[in-house]
């Protein structure tokens, strides 16, 4: 599936994609003892802010440490995307690259996937505290699962697209398929952003009547990786968030294909075939101009 396999939107899709699975029950939903939410802070201004108060996004992805995204997700107001973004710090700090290396050298003689994992423990460590679990990491799957019970509208979306088939009717599905184009559309968030376009790429909601435009003998497979790619390309265009060396940037990198150097764009160029690439480009340009 494109969205396991150009790993985008890891924790936020997984998260969501457990919690649509899910039913709403004495079992898994928020305990007292999950760790409480702060309750918004004016004191908290050191980054740049919306209208609301609220940390922006766009802004927390470029944070120069862990703290300040996990401090925003702990908000009782935070927004799914600071959500689904604290998922992914919380993943990328927590991976073990000494385990990492110690796997690969016994399997395979690469050295670029040693270079990537030198350049991804040197980001863990100006960028990520000591001592980061999985704690924090359910901690955020409750509220997103409190979030898709309570009918917050980006979460209940996600979470329905997620679980479509194709034993949904077609005019159901068609409606799916606008609603998230129009709130992919409007949204502050790259991380609701890419879950919502990446959905769309899926069998049970992609629209076949956009192959049309491929390029000359370019088959299925190459196509839907090259628009799977190009909504990366998108989102770092429109949200300005995926810079050398950033937190986007390794979360899509590893463990085997970060380098020093490394933007949004350079990884998607590294991935793709120079035709897919130029496809890749011109479809993040369609998807723009819908925006």
């Not at 969501?16 to 079992?27: D, G, V």
């Not at 702990?74 to 385990?99: E, H, K, P, R």
């Not at 159901?172 to 129009?182: E, Q, Y």
């Not at 390794?250 to 350079?266: N, S, T, V």
Request: negative net charge.
């Amino acid at each position: 599936m494109i969205k396991r396999a150009l790993h985008l939107v890891i924790a936020g899709l997984l998260v969501l994609t457990t919690t649509a699975c899910q039913q709403p029950s004495a079992a898994n939903a928020p305990s007292s003892a999950a760790p409480s939410r702060e309750q918004p802070s004016s004191s908290r201004a050191n980054l740049q802010v919306a209208s609301s108060h609220r940390p922006v996004e766009s802004v927390l992805w470029q944070a120069p440490r862990y703290e300040a995204i996990q401090q925003a997700a702990q908000q009782a107001d935070a927004q799914l995307g600071i959500l689904m973004l604290a998922s992914t710090a919380t993943q990328v700090c927590s991976a073990d690259t000494a385990d990492m290396q110690r796997f690969f050298s016994e399997r395979f003689d690469d050295s670029d996937t040693v270079t990537s994992l030198a350049e991804l423990r040197s980001f863990q460590s100006q960028f990520c505290p000591p001592g980061i679990g999985p704690d924090l990491l359910e901690a955020n799957t409750q509220e997103i699962q409190r979030r898709v019970e309570a009918g917050d509208a980006e979460a209940r979306l996600i979470s329905v697209l997620l679980d479509v088939d194709d034993e949904m009717a077609a005019t159901d599905r068609a409606s799916l398929r606008l609603a998230a184009m129009k709130m992919s559309a409007t949204t502050r968030s790259p991380s609701v952003y890419e879950a919502l376009q990446i959905s769309l790429l899926e069998d049970p909601l992609f629209d076949q009547s956009e192959t049309g435009r491929r390029p000359l003998g370019m088959d299925d497979a190459t196509l839907r990786e090259a628009w799977g790619y190009a909504v990366l390309l998108a989102s770092c265009e429109r949200f300005g968030h995926c810079g050398a060396g950033s937190l986007h940037v390794f979360r899509m990198c590893m463990p085997h294909h970060c380098r020093p150097g490394l933007d949004g764009r350079g990884y998607v160029r590294d991935r793709l075939s120079r035709d897919a690439f130029e496809e890749a480009q011109r479809r993040a340009q369609r998807l723009l101009a819908q925006s």
